[in-house]
């Protein structure tokens, strides 16, 4: 079975923001996205709000028809907004101001009843509760025992290494090749514990594939990688482009699976 893509538009939101414009509109970057194929969308509501927007998530949950995925930090903010708005799943990020971008997974183990609490509250709003880890096998335990219902393995350590001409051989291929058995090791615990099992983080059309082979993980949030596409062939072409490069996985695994 293909695994469902989740397509995060924040990258359409930092755009509308760097003008404070009424455009681009995510809420039609959504609906393309759905109109190519997207299972889903994933948006990430930040504390210092630099792309998403609250009434973002507002309109979302009245226009998206397939499967809303908002990220946020663990505050009572967010709690609030999320249990207000009723994504249909909520992903549970660490997060730091000074940041480019997520750096990492979120370390339940050392906020773990910070996230327990917060995921007992969603886990009440009816809302699908995930986390975004490293696939660390002492992380996906604790995302287990507190209670979470899906882990979304952080990517960002095998993407890394499968980007530049170093990939294709020597240093860089032996990491992406060890970068994934972590993760195939990671999803087959996580499965183990009876956790759905998600993955993302600077994932590409290039990069996807041997990830995708990995039978236990049914999910995939995906954007910057999209977004950028989007800019040559259009958004929907982008989001069609991605659905392939993750359905035929098997002719892409060969290059750092060892």
């Not at 509501?45 to 507002?58: M, S």
């Not at 058995?181 to 514990?193: K, P």
Request: proline content about 2%.
């Amino acid at each position: 079975m293909t695994a469902r893509l989740n397509v995060n538009i924040d990258h359409v939101a930092t755009v509308r923001q760097a003008r404070r414009a009424p455009e681009p509109s995510v809420i039609a970057a959504a609906m393309a996205c759905e109109q190519a194929g997207a299972d889903g969308i994933t948006v990430h509501l930040r504390g210092d709000r630099r792309h998403i927007q609250d009434n973002d998530i507002r309109l979302l949950r009245d226009s998206v028809t397939t499967y809303l995925n908002m990220e946020m930090a663990a505050t009572e903010e967010m709690l609030k907004i999320a249990l207000d708005n009723k994504p249909d799943a909520v992903t549970l990020v660490a997060e730091r101001a000074d940041e480019i971008t997520t750096e990492g997974g979120l370390d339940v183990q050392a906020n773990i009843a910070i996230v327990r609490a917060a995921v007992a509250k969603l886990r009440q709003g009816k809302i699908i509760t995930s986390v975004f880890i490293d696939p660390d096998p002492d992380q996906i335990t604790a995302a287990h025992d507190l209670g979470a219902q899906q882990v979304e393995l952080c990517t960002a350590a095998y993407a890394d290494a499968t980007l530049g001409a170093r990939a294709i051989h020597g240093e860089g291929a032996a990491r992406a090749a060890q970068e994934l058995r972590r993760l195939r090791e990671g999803a087959t615990l996580a499965r183990q514990y009876g956790l759905h099992v998600a993955a993302g983080h600077g994932l590409t059309y290039r990069n996807v594939g041997a990830v995708a082979a990995i039978s236990e993980i049914t999910e995939f949030n995906i954007g910057h990688n999209i977004v950028a596409r989007a800019l040559f062939v259009g958004l929907e072409a982008a989001v069609r482009e991605m659905r392939e490069a993750i359905r035929a996985a098997g002719v892409q695994t060969s290059r750092w699976v060892s």
